[in-house]
């Protein structure tokens, strides 16, 4: 698989040559995006030279990075479900690589309420602790019964923060609206009335709405340990861990209908995790990867800060773009790092 570059020297795992384009050769475009924004963080090149990484995957991107030499068959041979010559998901792929390098590291951790502090070390364990430092990002669910009003917690540990958008937002006639009753007036921080439409929303909004407390459906009841009983629960979704690397995911398809929203979600470079969790600390953002067309025919690209600037991936083209147009409808994966 050919590799275009603009630039002749080599480097080491760490010196990434700054602009090469990707040739998409027949429905790649998936890879070559998703490539492209990982090839630029330091974390992510760290946890390929780990003894854990899959010496495949390790060997592909020395290649791809250093040699250039065609390399990328050899990632997709790692997925075999992805190796078909057809369309498919950079944020599933994304996942499947995690996954690579995971290897057959446990994928639950069990236990009812465990603390945090227990959870993170648990998954830590279970995950490998480079990788889960690195990319692990742990949501702690919160179950209280209806009927006694005792309680329960569980973690859930993925490699991305998937932000809803088909599920609080309904499009008619005049646009983008909130639905009724999915955003009562107590967890509605910014007093948007819920039948006001919206050309756009602030990524605040999505965060909001994935970490509100819901009654779950009659159909969905539980076993309350306290009590005996099998009743409604509500439930609350909260971010307890994020890693040196977090990637926010837009859930724009419709699981029912496949239907795509192409809302526009506000984001900044720089995530204030104070503004939209309860923890702490601050990422700059340095990838973004788009997604235009629909869910079985559309293209992909990567949006990447290099040396200041924003710099667009589109498979073997590579151009400078202004911050106005990373900032788009388009924006599906959010790659934001650490910084304190």
């Not at 998409?24 to 490539?35: A, E, G, I, P, R």
């Not at 997604?291 to 667009?312: C, F, I, M, P, S």
Request: proline residues 3%.
């Amino acid at each position: 698989m050919g590799l275009c570059s603009s630039r002749g020297k080599t480097a080491d795992a760490h010196q990434v040559i700054t602009q090469f384009g990707l040739q998409n050769l027949h429905n790649t475009c998936f890879l070559n995006s998703l490539l492209q924004a990982l090839r630029h963080s330091s974390a992510f090149l760290s946890l390929l030279e780990g003894p854990q990484t899959n010496t495949v995957l390790r060997d592909a991107f020395k290649l791809l990075f250093i040699e250039q030499k065609r390399s990328l068959k050899d990632i997709l041979g790692l997925v075999p479900d992805l190796n078909d010559g057809q369309p498919h998901c950079a944020h599933v792929l994304y996942y499947r690589l995690m996954g690579v390098i995971a290897g057959q590291a446990r994928t639950q951790v069990r236990g009812k309420d465990r603390s945090t502090e227990d959870l993170i070390r648990a998954w830590g364990c279970a995950r490998g602790l480079p990788l889960f430092e690195g990319f692990g990002c742990l949501q702690q669910l919160s179950f209280t019964c209806q009927n006694c009003g005792q309680g329960w917690t569980s973690g859930f540990f993925a490699y991305s923060v998937s932000l809803p958008l088909t599920q609080i937002f309904s499009r008619n006639q005049a646009g983008w609206v909130f639905p009724d009753g999915q955003f009562p007036a107590s967890n509605d921080i910014y007093g948007k009335a819920a039948s006001r439409t919206y050309a756009k929303i602030d990524l605040r909004d999505c965060f909001a709405y994935l970490q509100r407390t819901i009654l779950m459906s009659a159909k969905d009841t539980l076993l309350c340990h306290h009590c005996g009983r099998e009743t409604q629960h509500y439930k609350t979704a909260e971010i307890v861990y994020t890693p040196t690397v977090l990637a926010l995911h837009f859930q724009r398809y419709s699981e029912i209908t496949e239907e795509k929203s192409d809302l526009l979600v506000a984001f900044s470079e720089t995530l204030r995790l104070g503004e939209v969790t309860k923890l702490q600390g601050e990422y700059d953002l340095h990838a973004v990867i788009h997604h235009q067309g629909t869910l079985r025919n559309g293209h992909y690209w990567a949006d990447v800060k290099v040396d200041g600037r924003w710099q667009r991936f589109n498979d073997s083209r590579t151009s400078t773009v202004p911050w106005t147009e990373v900032v788009r409808e388009t924006a599906y994966v959010l790659f934001y790092t650490k910084t304190a």
